[in-house]
């Protein structure tokens, strides 16, 4: 934990967070207590998060943002998020936002859960000068259908604080091809496309999700070092990783922070980038993801800049931000 401090106050280029899954457990604990949602059982007894596995913590989550239930609680969750990732020197972030959690995929419902986030993050501009941009996510498990009506959405609310539409959720559930029609409406709409895989699938849902969506990067990914060829694809084409190594091991996708294929990746040509997923379910912070980057793999200030300067430039955002953004980074 104390080497993460030498890290806290380096500006961090932040692309791969779930809004929901950054929501610290007091949060939700509170939330829980001023709305009398039972939600026994989610947390240990030092008050985190606790499950069992992948497919659990995707109920455990589900539970916890039950006690999500209008716009005003985004509002607060949004500033308390972007207060703390800024704590840890994020100077932008991209969110993952999911109408099915913000009025269950009503259009209507959504624009007024929407605009509470863009005003807290407009606020937490100003007061602790974060960035953020959403991308809208379509949750697997709940199916290709479901699917087809959050890229509706995302296509309606698409803008300057909408840049993206991704996919999350249980990756084994079908086929990336299940969802071409929804990454075919968001690209015509002008959204910019990323997609979970390779998390816990293999280099063939890579694959096919490249070919399949059309994605610019990739969440996570990191099973792609099963397949060097793909991974030369991954270099030559310029695709994007949003690595997460914290939660990776948090939820044992890999053995253990030495056996991380990041560095593997990063030295064969992949474009690499860093994130924290869901901070607090996985005990991480974006300091925490530095030093562990440095203790295991010996990454330094050189590696930090070129990881930083690799994610701004695969940033859903427009250019005059990304040159401010720039100009920050800079100056470190
Ligand atoms: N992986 C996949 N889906 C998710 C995650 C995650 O880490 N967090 C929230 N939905
Ligand atoms: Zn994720």
Known sequence: MTASLEFRDLPKIELHLHLEGAAPPAFIRGLAREKSVDIGGIFDENGNYTYRDFDHFLKVYDAACTTLQGPEDFHRLTLAVLEESASHGVIYTESFLSPDFCGGGDLAAWRDYLAAIEAAAAEAETRFG??????????????????????????????????????AGAELMGRPGDYTYAFDAAREAGLELTAHAGEWGGPDMVADTIRDLRVSRIGHGINAIHDLALVDVLAETGTVLEVCPGSN?????????????????????????????????????????????????????????????????????????KERLAARLEKA
């Open 249 to 321: 091991v948090f939820l044992n996708a890999v053995k253990d922070w030495p056996s991380h294929p990041i560095a593997r990746l990063r030295d064969r040509g992949v474009k690499v980038t860093v994130s924290t997923d869901d901070p607090p379910y996985f005990l991480t912070t974006m300091s925490d993801e530095y030093a562990n980057l440095a203790r295991h793999f010996a990454f330094g200030p050189d590696d930090f800049a070129e990881l930083n300067r690799t994610a701004l430039d695969a940033a859903f955002c427009d250019a005059k931000t």
């Open 130 to 167: 974060i960035t953020m941009r959403g991308i809208i996510t379509a949750i697997r498990h709940l199916g290709p259908d479901q699917s087809r009506n959050t890229a509706r959405v995302a296509a309606e609310t698409a803008g300057d604080f909408i840049t993206g539409f991704g996919l």
